[in-house]
């Protein structure tokens, strides 16, 4: 099994010289900050800035950071605007690969308003990437409906994610994991759904606008929360369906 704390700290400490760490997690940012700080070999911390969760985390790592990367200029600024940060940066937008993300020759189609219809989520699954929402809205869904869960699982409240999947017809069956997939693989676990759906983010959460394109990429059509970075560029009925609102019954209903 994957254990970043025990992978990362023996990479750093049999690191010869001008390693370098580089984090998309706060949690792992923070880690790598107490690994250098018992450390007597020096490294390079370089982290990537999504949300403002763990603010307490997020200000030591923003102040001891030797780089940070924002994904859009817009979060950039709010961090300066919260934290007073004035480090070194640079503004990186998320990559798109083509060849990973391309239509499938054969996507199925469903047959009519009775057969299956599988749902996908790209990410990682933990509460604050709105997974807990889309477990919700399964359970207001018709059987016929299945969402696969295409990332690594890392719910924080493990009790709350079981409570989600029993309170789901048939769960077990209607929902599946993938685990932790390779990137060239991820199009791959696309290939035989029929619509994509990017949940709701908790107040102060960024979305980062690749999954938008690796959407588009595969084909596939959207269901989205009315999330302001969307809906300034997607059409609804178009390229996408917005919901009403962020809750579960709201995005069911699409």
Same mark, same amino acid.
């Given at each position: 099994?994957?254990?970043?704390?025990?992978?990362?700290?023996?990479?750093?400490?049999?690191?010869?010289?001008?390693?370098?760490?580089?984090?998309?997690?706060?949690?792992?940012?923070?880690?790598?900050?107490?690994?250098?700080?018992?450390?007597?070999?020096?490294?390079?911390?370089?982290?990537?800035?999504?949300?403002?969760?763990?603010?307490?985390?997020?200000?030591?790592?923003?102040?001891?950071?030797?780089?940070?990367?924002?994904?859009?200029?817009?979060?950039?600024?709010?961090?300066?605007?919260?934290?007073?940060?004035?480090?070194?940066?640079?503004?990186?937008?998320?990559?798109?690969?083509?060849?990973?993300?391309?239509?499938?020759?054969?996507?199925?189609?469903?047959?009519?308003?009775?057969?299956?219809?599988?749902?996908?989520?790209?990410?990682?699954? @933990? &509460?604050?990437?709105?997974?807990?929402?889309?477990?919700? /809205? *399964?359970? =207001?869904? %018709?059987?016929?409906?299945?969402?696969? #869960?295409?990332?690594?699982?890392?719910?924080?409240?493990?009790?709350?994610?079981?409570?989600?999947?029993?309170?789901?017809?048939?769960?077990?069956?209607?929902?599946?994991?993938?685990?932790?997939?390779?990137? @060239? &693989?991820?199009?791959?676990?696309?290939?035989?759904?029929? /619509? *994509?759906? =990017?949940? %709701?983010?908790?107040?102060?959460?960024? #979305?980062?606008?690749?999954?938008?394109?690796?959407?588009?990429?595969?084909?596939?059509?959207?269901?989205?929360?009315?999330?302001?970075?969307?809906?300034?560029?997607?059409?609804?009925?178009?390229?996408?369906?917005?919901?009403?609102?962020?809750?579960?019954?709201?995005?069911?209903?699409?």
């Amino acid at each position: 099994m994957y254990n970043f704390a025990l992978d990362c700290a023996s990479a750093l400490a049999l690191q010869k010289k001008d390693a370098v760490a580089y984090t998309r997690d706060i949690d792992r940012g923070g880690f790598c900050l107490r690994v250098r700080a018992l450390s007597p070999r020096r490294f390079f911390l370089i982290h990537e800035v999504h949300d403002f969760r763990r603010s307490n985390v997020l200000q030591k790592v923003l102040a001891k950071a030797d780089g940070i990367i924002f994904i859009h200029d817009e979060l950039r600024l709010e961090t300066e605007a919260r934290f007073g940060f004035k480090g070194p940066y640079c503004i990186a937008q998320s990559g798109f690969s083509g060849e990973v993300f391309s239509p499938p020759e054969n996507r199925p189609v469903p047959q009519g308003p009775d057969s299956p219809c599988l749902l996908v989520y790209v990410g990682t699954i @933990r &509460e604050d990437k709105g997974v807990d929402v889309l477990l919700d /809205m *399964m359970r =207001l869904l %018709p059987e016929r409906f299945r969402l696969r #869960l295409i990332g690594e699982p890392a719910f924080r409240d493990v009790r709350l994610f079981s409570e989600l999947m029993e309170a789901i017809p048939g769960g077990g069956r209607r929902v599946t994991v993938t685990g932790r997939t390779p990137y @060239r &693989e991820v199009g791959k676990a696309m290939a035989d759904a029929h /619509m *994509m759906l =990017l949940p %709701p983010a908790p107040e102060g959460k960024y #979305l980062s606008q690749i999954k938008v394109f690796e959407a588009l990429g595969c084909g596939l059509p959207m269901v989205c929360a009315p999330l302001s970075r969307l809906t300034s560029f997607l059409r609804h009925g178009e390229t996408a369906w917005f919901a009403q609102g962020r809750t579960a019954p709201e995005l069911a209903k699409y």
